[in-house]
Nanobody, 120 residues
Framework: QVQLVESGGGLVQAGGSLRLSCTAS????????MGWYRQAPGKQRELVAG???????NYADSVKGRFTISRDNAKNTVYLQMNSLEPEDTAVYYC??????????????WGQGTQVTVSS
């Protein structure tokens, strides 16, 4: 059983940056791809970034070039560096795994979510 806990959300002005962290209670090494989802009010949940155990990354077009996902298997932690934030990035961000890219079965493990609010 793996429990995921996100941190690092908050309020930031447009153009600013935030770094989200997702720490697992158990080992994530056995989970090939971890990912970050987000859900804005009234919108469907969106898979924004994924990273495999080997470090291969995938991004949604909406965040490509602005967001960077990384993972530290030794620390059982996944990160999401978000730069050049836009008001449209406002959402609750969830860490999850295992993730299929671009589509597939929903992840087994989910964090509780962290709110990111970008003001204009």
């Amino acid at each position: 059983q793996v429990q995921l806990v996100e941190s690092g959300g908050g309020l930031v002005q447009a153009g600013g940056s935030l770094r989200l962290s997702c720490t697992a209670s158990g080992s994530i090494f056995s989970i090939n791809r971890m990912g970050w989802y987000r859900q804005a009010p009234g919108k469907q949940r969106e898979l924004v970034a994924g990273i495999t155990r080997a470090g291969i990354t995938n991004y949604a077009d909406s965040v490509k070039g602005r967001f960077t996902i990384s993972r530290d298997n030794a620390k059982n932690t996944v990160y999401l560096q978000m730069n050049s934030l836009e008001p449209e990035d406002t959402a609750v961000y969830y860490c999850a795994g295992p993730v299929s890219w671009p589509v597939g079965p929903p992840p087994i493990y989910w964090g509780q979510g962290t709110q990111v609010t970008v003001s204009s």
